[in-house]
């Protein structure tokens, strides 16, 4: 019994020490996430100006755009997948890579070839250990996302749609990242980015009723959309970015309360257990002074006789 009750007690502090961690990891989870939200917040005046002169570009110009219009028949598709590069927050890596892989099969039921790039270790590791071409990947910046790692992620897949696809290009240009809904709720979604959809531009930009001003452009319609659409492809993945960051840490926060409420239950049902084998101990070693005493009175009295 003795050997048992030790087994129980090194078992105990171990859980012990495991739910301080995971508390830990908790706490610094939930702090996180008010950062994340705040720069969240704080890209949206920026994005909803872009996307309403994005909005007026378009809708005030008759110039047929690569990055407005749509191929005949488009054949590839670029799709950008945002993971983490950290574990331990639950179903959110798997839940953004099944839902890019809903889209794949999406892209290639219509007959599209696909290019797949990545944020974050978990999704490149998932590709990697499959075996499957990835064209791009960028690692090391999910937890804490800034407006330099959108520029970079946006470079090779605005340069990839401004090419034609005989030459490795691509007509679309899709994204899947986890948006965050509240602390309890993040979810899994894609959306195209470019060609841009104007109905899609006009509801994002709240612009729906609004009757946009006339512009003349100068040099051209054609120049301004060249440098206002990069710009727009930048806010979307940075906003997407931020709202994956923040989905990611409401996720470990609540793997880490979840794995720190086990803990507590598993201590206390190692503790019962403990206390169980502490209680047959001591009846063990009562019940052997018992029958000594017992065996000691049963020999004075046969000597005696």
């Known amino acids: 019994m003795g050997a048992q009750l030790r087994v129980y007690k090194r078992r105990i502090q171990a859980v012990t020490a495991t739910k301080k961690i995971t508390k830990a990891m908790e706490m610094i989870a939930a702090s996180r996430i008010v950062k994340a ?16 002169a994005v909005t007026a570009v378009a809708t005030g110009s008759t110039t047929k755009h690569p990055l407005t219009t749509e191929a005949d028949a488009p054949a590839r598709a670029a799709v950008l997948l945002l993971t983490s590069d950290r574990g ?13 892989e809903r889209l794949r099969e999406r892209l290639a039921a219509e007959g599209k070839e696909v290019d797949t790039y990545i944020v974050g270790r978990k999704g ?20 804490s996302p800034e407006y330099g790692d959108a520029k970079k992620i946006a470079a090779p897949l605005i340069e990839s749609i401004t090419k034609d696809t005989a030459e490795g290009g691509v007509d679309e240009l899709h994204i899947v990242y986890t948006e965050f809904v509240s602390m309890m709720t993040q979810n899994a979604v894609d959306g195209r980015m470019l ?24 040099p051209s319609a054609e120049d301004v959309l060249d440098a206002l659409l990069p710009r727009y492809v930048e806010s979307r993945i940075y906003n997407a970015l931020l709202q994956a960051a923040a989905s990611e840490h409401a ?17 206390k ?28 009175a049963d020999a004075s009295a046969g000597s005696d006789k």
């Open 269 to 296: 049902s190692l503790s019962r257990l403990a206390n169980a084998a502490r209680q047959a101990e001591i009846t063990q070693e009562i019940s052997e002074i018992v029958g000594g005493a017992g065996a000691l």
């Open 88 to 100: 331990l927050a639950g179903g959110y890596s798997s839940n953004a890579i099944k839902a890019a």
């Open 251 to 267: 996720a470990r926060r609540r793997a880490m309360k979840s794995a720190t409420d086990n803990a507590g239950d598993l201590i």
């Open 124 to 143: 490149v590791a998932y590709y990697g250990f499959r075996e499957r071409k990835v064209a791009e990947s960028w690692t090391g910046f999910t937890d």
């Open 37 to 52: 939200q705040r720069k969240v917040t704080a890209s949206m005046p920026y994005a909803t100006e872009l996307t309403r």
């Open 195 to 218: 060609p841009l959809s104007l109905d899609q531009v006009v509801e994002e930009s709240g612009a729906k009723d609004e009757i946009l001003p006339l512009f003349d452009f100068e």
